[in-house]
């Protein structure tokens, strides 16, 4: 049952979905409340479907049945294009594959949902280029790194930009898939530091999917997908 929207901003109902060529489900939920304000880690081990379930929350991938709001927002009764407005609005997404736009510069690449999203822009107390660079230099991203083509930077620098990408124009919801794996020890704090620095002044929720055990007591509360997901289907 949905509950209360205003205060969760996370609620599944009798999910499940099911890969086109798959006969199983990957996922079947029962119920699944996230609170608003929430830091949750999520973990699990490989195929229980935590990708998944972070393309269903950020409308990438749509439920085949039960009932799904995304701060209070009814996802399944919005068409792609609803979808796409509202993830560009209100979601940051640091993706596990970065899924940075190869022929723009570091820069381009982080002030692009300002461009998508006037609500994001509208929300900066700057300029998007002198925000963009501020979160960079957060990340201890070099400075001159930042005007070059994305292609050009290692996988660990290309993560942090990814992380001030999805940063940028305080999102209410930032998803986090596997942000630290390519990052050293020191980037991993700089980078866990400004995250959570940057979601509480939004006073966002924060879903962060990881495997490293050592990042879990900085949250709020973990959940085991392995543990709820009662497809038991590996992708």
Same mark, same amino acid.
């Given at each position: 049952?949905?509950?209360?929207?205003?205060?969760?901003?996370?609620?599944?109902?009798?999910?499940?979905?099911?890969?086109?060529?798959?006969?199983?489900?990957?996922?079947?939920?029962?119920?699944?409340?996230?609170?608003?304000?929430?830091?949750?880690?999520?973990?699990?081990?490989?195929?229980?479907?935590?990708?998944?379930?972070?393309?269903?929350?950020?409308?990438?991938?749509?439920?085949?049945?039960?009932?799904?709001?995304? /701060?209070?927002?009814?996802?399944?009764?919005?068409?792609?294009?609803?979808?796409?407005?509202?993830?560009?609005?209100?979601?940051?997404?640091?993706?596990?594959?970065?899924?940075?736009?190869?022929?723009?510069?570091?820069?381009?690449?982080?002030? /692009?949902?300002?461009?998508?999203?006037?609500?994001?822009?509208?929300?900066?107390?700057?300029?998007?280029?002198?925000?963009?660079?501020?979160?960079?230099?957060?990340?201890?991203?070099?400075?001159? /790194?930042m005007h070059k083509p994305v292609v050009e930077l290692s996988i660990g620098q290309q993560q942090r930009v990814a992380a001030a990408r999805a940063l940028i124009g305080?999102?209410?919801?930032?998803?986090?898939?596997?942000?630290?794996?390519?990052?050293?020890?020191?980037?991993?704090?700089?980078?866990?530091?400004?995250?959570?620095?940057?979601?509480n002044q939004a006073q966002a929720s924060l879903l962060f999917v990881s495997h490293d055990p050592s990042l879990e007591s900085v949250f709020d509360r973990t959940l085991?997908?392995?543990?709820?997901?009662?497809?038991?289907?590996?992708?």
């Open positions: 049952m949905i509950k209360n929207t205003d205060h969760y901003v996370v609620e599944m109902d009798h999910v499940s979905f099911t890969w086109p060529d798959n006969k199983a489900p990957t996922l079947c939920l029962d119920n699944l409340s996230i609170k608003k304000g929430e830091h949750l880690f999520i973990k699990g081990p490989s195929g229980c479907g935590k990708s998944t379930l972070l393309g269903l929350l950020t409308g990438i991938h749509t439920i085949d049945t039960g009932k799904l709001h995304v /701060l209070g927002k009814d996802l399944v009764q919005m068409s792609g294009s609803q979808r796409d407005k509202f993830r560009a609005d209100h979601i940051g997404y640091i993706f596990q594959q970065f899924n940075l736009l190869p022929y723009l510069s570091v820069i381009e690449n982080v002030i /692009l949902p300002c461009q998508f999203s006037e609500l994001r822009k509208s929300r900066l107390d700057t300029l998007p280029i002198e925000q963009a660079k501020a979160l960079l230099e957060k990340l201890h991203l070099a400075k001159h /790194l305080k999102p209410a919801l930032i998803i986090a898939d596997e942000p630290t794996s390519s990052l050293d020890y020191d980037n991993r704090s700089a980078f866990i530091e400004l995250l959570l620095e940057h979601v085991n997908l392995s543990q709820i997901n009662q497809a038991g289907a590996k992708l």
